[in-house]
């Protein structure tokens, strides 16, 4: 039985082209599955959940702050474009040294993420952050943050890692002496 070859004409009159690689030395082989039908997935057209693309920075800078209430930049940000404002930005941070200098007693210091820069707003509402440590002067602990963001938008879009120390009578430290490196990926994941 000979193969064939079945065009079925769209509503709209589309056309359909195949083109071959531009070197003989480029052959490929496209293979279709014989037990269901499907749906060709393209960057345009890609199935709910895949990634599209990813954006990452590190750090290995240390930042402090000592002020209670207010959120500073930790200097760890990304900047991500995404291609439908349907989609959603996995945001995904970890600092593996967030710890407080000098003080005595409990201390408490928490990370946001800020959509728009340092000067933007935060991605969720909570008081303390998406990632909230506790410890005594001195002591580290790591911070992880892992959040699905929805920008409903197509244009360049900044996420900045924000701190905070929320309590205690000491100064809160992002990546703490600068010993290891934070880092920020941002995910694009399709609607």
Known sequence: MSAK????????GGSF?????????????MTLPDTADGTILTTTNPKA???????SQTSGSQATISSTGSFASTGLEATITPTSSSNKILIQVNSPMTGFAGGSGSQQGSLKVYRGGASGSS???STNGLSLQHG???TYSDAKILFLDSPSTTSATTYTVMMSRRAGDSTYSFNRNGQQIASLVLSEVAA
């Open 5 to 12: 070859i079945k065009l079925n004409a769209a509503s709209g």
């Open 17 to 29: 082209s195949l083109q071959a690689p531009s070197s003989s030395a480029n052959n490929r082989v």
């Open 49 to 55: 959940g895949n990634i599209i693309q990813v954006v």
């Open 123 to 125: 991605v969720e509402s």
């Open 136 to 138: 005594e002067p001195n």
